[in-house]
């Protein structure tokens, strides 16, 4: 037997180092660099969506503010008004949101998501395509990284694209890594280079920032994506040629569809991520402007912008709220902007990322996001910040907080109606609080089905009406029993910060078959317990037990719920009957426009970028 020729090293390209001082957040804020003006009217429309949210979170709480005066308020009264008022608004800003996009998207004044269009001759500077990694699945990121590079190949991007497998995993996994980077990179048609750092300091920002400061000086834009992510070359390549007509925008950040699911649980957040994200982006997109946020992947960056204003300092204090900032990503959008950098999300086709497989998967990122997203809270008076990045900053940890806040809402309600007080859910008038907050969650989902049905091709690429029909009304049921899970999966989450106890960088699990019930039953006791005590709050208030059944159903369901959607087999079945059908993903590198009318122009595709 002929003996295995060994793999012929591929060296890491010679260093360009790039300064990246720490930033402060107190104090006089750095001087901002000369920046384009706001596009005409952008003030008044964040202005709109926030006296609109006031006027509708307003609205959905008058009856019961009168309701509950009627006999004098107590402290309950005040505290039930006090959870209530706010928690309606935030749906209500959701739902302005997605009105907004409902509005852009049916009259065209947005295409959607679209091809990037690029000039046949552009300056093309160098750009390298980073993907951080921790202990992920070898075979799965190396096949991500071959399609990507063969794609930016067929692009005609392979002479100014580098990319790099940046490793933060342990020796034996990186050990397997360098082996099948060896492999793929003697037959790459683009330049592939792996690095593993000894030392995980800072974890992904602590490797992108190493990266910028060793290799950053040779490339002029950064394109950053998770170990899940997969984007198509046209997309890269064009997001480079809007970068080079538009020097002052220092990130463009696109919207990831989700791809490649197999569970139940997949398949429905796939689906869910499809039909209603259009509706959601585009509103985002509208009033965010040149003050948009950063996810952390599937986005391109200016690497000297990010250099000279995103190097994050550690807070002062112990984890989980001191330390590293976990969620780097909204804070660098937040810095690039108060250097004068602009900061545009884009729709575009071509950017996909992976879900978690389960619930219980997707609950442990989530604890990791809540702990970073409330960090933000400390953040919020930083020197020199726009108030939009503020707002944005604000969003992010408020979304850890509602949870909690519903659940103490209800918490409330049962005792008031235990104790024979006027309650959200006693009372004629305080009926229309509750169909408006009705109104406010499940009227984005509608939007978004009128939308879809509105055109045949959007229709057939949900397997068509009567498909697209049966997929919402699954999807609603299974996001109204999903919802009390979450609700404490997220409380339980919260406590544990509170408690001093950090999330933990442990790989994402991505490759999961099935949950059995009795793992799912251990997992699910507070939710149970909890269940059992609305059962007899039903038992001693029968109307009050109607309007908590839903909630009972989902807390006390919550195990069989985990389990089922956990099934690779169940999510099989689901396709075969044309449920939670989707487009096809637009990953070849010619990729066709979505729209329902051509795009001319740049201005078009990144909507001001």
């Known amino acids: 037997m002929t003996p295995q020729k060994p793999l012929a090293p591929v060296p890491l390209p010679p260093e360009a180092p790039l300064d990246m001082p720490e930033q402060r957040l107190d104090g006089n804020p750095p001087a901002m660099r000369e920046v384009e003006t706001q596009?005409?009217?952008?003030?008044?429309?964040?202005?709109?969506?926030?006296s609109a949210t006031a006027v509708l979170g307003l609205a959905a709480s008058t009856d019961l503010r009168f309701q509950l005066s009627l006999d004098g308020l107590d402290t309950f009264d005040v505290l039930l008004l006090a959870l209530f008022v706010p928690l309606v608004s935030w749906i209500a800003f959701g739902f302005v949101?997605?009105?907004?996009?409902?509005?852009?998207?049916?009259?065209?004044s947005h295409p959607g998501f679209v091809a990037v269009p690029r000039p046949r001759e552009f300056r093309r500077h160098r750009t390298a395509v980073l993907m951080p990694v921790y202990n992920e699945s070898v075979e799965a990121i190396f096949a991500r990284v071959d399609a990507m590079t063969r794609s930016i190949a067929a692009e005609g991007g392979a002479a100014d694209f580098d990319f790099f497998v940046l490793s933060d995993s342990n020796?034996?996994?990186?050990?397997?890594?360098?082996?099948?980077?060896?492999?793929?990179?003697?037959?790459?048609?683009?330049?592939?280079?792996?690095r593993?750092?000894?030392?995980?300091?800072?974890?992904?920002?602590?490797?992108?920032?190493?990266?910028?400061?060793?290799?950053g000086g040779a490339y002029e834009h950064m394109i950053v994506l998770d170990a899940d992510s997969?984007?198509?070359?046209?997309?890269?390549?064009?997001?480079?040629?809007?970068?080079?007509?538009?020097?002052?925008?220092?990130?463009?950040?696109?919207?990831?569809?989700?791809?490649?699911?197999?569970?139940?649980?997949?398949?429905?957040?796939?689906?869910?991520?499809h039909a209603y994200g259009h509706i959601a982006s585009a509103g985002l997109l509208w009033w965010s402007g040149s003050e948009a946020n950063f996810w952390g992947h599937n986005a391109i960056v200016r690497t000297r912008a990010f250099a000279e204003s995103c190097g994050l300092p550690k807070l002062p204090g112990r984890p989980p709220f001191g330390g590293y900032i976990q969620s780097h990503d909204m804070v660098e959008a937040a810095l690039l902007r108060r250097r004068g950098w602009a900061v545009h999300m884009v729709m575009i086709d071509g950017s996909y990322e992976e879900f978690p497989p389960t619930i219980l998967d997707n609950a442990v990122r989530d604890r990791r996001w809540a702990q970073g997203n409330l960090q933000h809270l400390r953040l919020l008076a930083s020197s020199g910040l726009h108030w939009t990045s503020r707002l944005h900053l604000l969003i992010g940890a408020s979304a850890y907080l509602t949870s909690t806040a519903w659940l103490l809402l209800v918490l409330i309600q049962c005792k008031l109606g235990l104790s024979g007080h006027e309650s959200l859910v006693s009372g004629g008038s305080s009926y229309r609080s509750l169909a408006l907050t009705a109104l406010y969650l499940f009227g984005p989902k509608l939007m978004a089905l009128a939308w879809i049905l509105a055109s045949p091709d959007r229709r057939d690429g949900f397997g068509g009406v009567l498909a697209v029909l049966r997929s919402a009304a699954i999807e609603i049921v299974l996001s109204i029993l999903s919802a009390p899970v979450a609700m404490v999966n997220q409380t339980k989450a919260l406590a544990g910060l509170l408690l001093g106890i950090p999330s933990h960088w442990t790989s994402q699990n991505r490759e999961v078959d099935h949950i059995p019930l009795g793992t799912a039953l251990s997992k699910t006791r507070e939710h149970l317990v909890l269940g059992m005590l609305f059962v007899v709050v039903g038992v001693l208030n029968p109307v009050l037990g109607f309007w908590l059944s839903?909630?009972?159903?989902?807390?006390?369901?919550?195990?069989?719920?985990?389990?089922?959607?956990?099934?690779?087999?169940?999510?099989?079945?689901?396709?075969?009957?044309?449920?939670?059908v989707v487009p096809e993903p637009v990953l070849g590198s010619t990729p066709p426009h979505r729209s329902s009318r051509p795009v001319h122009d740049h201005e078009?595709?990144?909507q001001g970028a």
């Open 39 to 50: 596009p005409p009217g952008l003030l008044v429309k964040r202005l709109l969506v926030i």
């Open 550 to 580: 839903p909630m009972i159903v989902g807390l006390l369901g919550a195990p069989w719920l985990i389990a089922g959607t956990s099934s690779r087999s169940w999510g099989d079945r689901v396709m075969a009957s044309g449920t939670f």
């Open 604 to 606: 078009e595709a990144a």
């Open 196 to 215: 593993r750092r000894a030392e995980n300091i800072g974890r992904k920002p602590g490797n992108i920032e190493e990266w910028v400061r060793r290799f």
């Open 171 to 194: 020796e034996l996994h990186g050990r397997r890594e360098e082996e099948a980077w060896g492999r793929l990179a003697r037959t790459a048609p683009m330049r592939i280079y792996y």
């Open 230 to 273: 997969m984007m198509s070359g046209s997309a890269m390549v064009g997001l480079a040629s809007v970068m080079e007509s538009k020097p002052t925008v220092g990130l463009l950040q696109t919207v990831p569809m989700i791809i490649n699911a197999r569970t139940l649980f997949q398949r429905w957040m796939q689906f869910a991520s």
């Open 97 to 108: 949101t997605s009105l907004t996009g409902f509005i852009k998207l049916m009259s065209g």
